[in-house]
């Protein structure tokens, strides 16, 4: 039997796309999965479906900053929550950072792992710009990127290939039913299922047929 065929929607401007990220990063070796990193566009999938960003209801964007608090240490993702997360992603545009991860996904497939996981390292965990082309820079310097592979990304990222490759991806992940972030896509017999969320995937695993070992799969089992 092939493997079942797991496709992820992502922004990096999504914290909980990085969590959704790094489980599904430890488990596309454990279970019988081709992961495929779909880079795309939240501010394109909002738009498109009329949907608000929640944090514009006040007691959720309470219980939210609360939430991802928790999620991070139970993911063992190293994010971190400063006072005005909120209004560092709506005041945040991260289409030139998703071109450009979505120029790399074009030309060098293997950096696509390591640049994303950097790009949300940089804003979510260091709280700094990821929009300006310095920034942009020192995430691919971090990443190991060579400046003559930088300087030929940066030139794609204005390029009608990169511009329509994250429209069209974010237009995949719209027809799939997605309206935010992460947006998980399997395909079992030929079926497409959605997931929204880094919550679901225990459900994803019940979907494939696999077993669900927490969010992180090779951690010793707390003793009782």
């Known amino acids: 039997m092939g493997r079942v065929v797991v496709e992820l929607f992502y922004d990096v401007v999504s914290p909980?796309?990085?969590?959704?990220?790094?489980?599904?990063?430890?488990?596309?070796?454990?279970?019988?999965?081709?992961?495929?990193?779909?880079?795309?566009?939240?501010?394109?999938?909002?738009?498109?479906?009329?949907?608000?960003?929640?944090?514009m209801l006040p007691k959720r964007a309470e219980y939210l900053r609360k939430d991802i608090v928790r999620m991070a240490k139970y993911y063992q993702v190293p994010l971190a929550v400063p006072e005005d997360v909120f209004q560092r992603i709506l005041g945040k545009n991260s289409l030139g950072a998703m071109r450009f991860i979505t120029a790399i996904d074009m030309t060098q497939p293997k950096y696509l792992e390591p640049l994303s996981r950097e790009f949300w390292l940089r804003f979510w965990s260091q709280h700094e710009d990821i929009s300006q082309v310095e920034s942009i820079l020192a995430v691919a310097e971090k990443t190991g990127l060579s400046s003559e592979l930088t300087q030929k990304l940066l030139e794609m990222i204005s390029s009608p290939e990169v511009k329509n490759r994250l429209k069209d991806t974010t237009e995949e992940a719209i027809k799939y039913g997605a309206f935010g972030m992460p947006a998980v896509v399997t395909h079992v017999n030929g079926k497409p299922h959605l997931f929204f969320g880094s919550d679901r995937l225990e459900l994803l695993a019940s979907i494939i047929g696999e077993k669900w070992l927490g969010p992180v799969p090779s951690a010793p089992s707390p003793k009782l």
């Open 16 to 55: 909980y796309s990085w969590l959704g990220f790094e489980v599904l990063c430890r488990y596309q070796h454990i279970w019988n999965i081709d992961l495929r990193f779909r880079p795309a566009l939240l501010g394109g999938i909002m738009q498109s479906t009329g949907n608000k960003p929640p944090a």
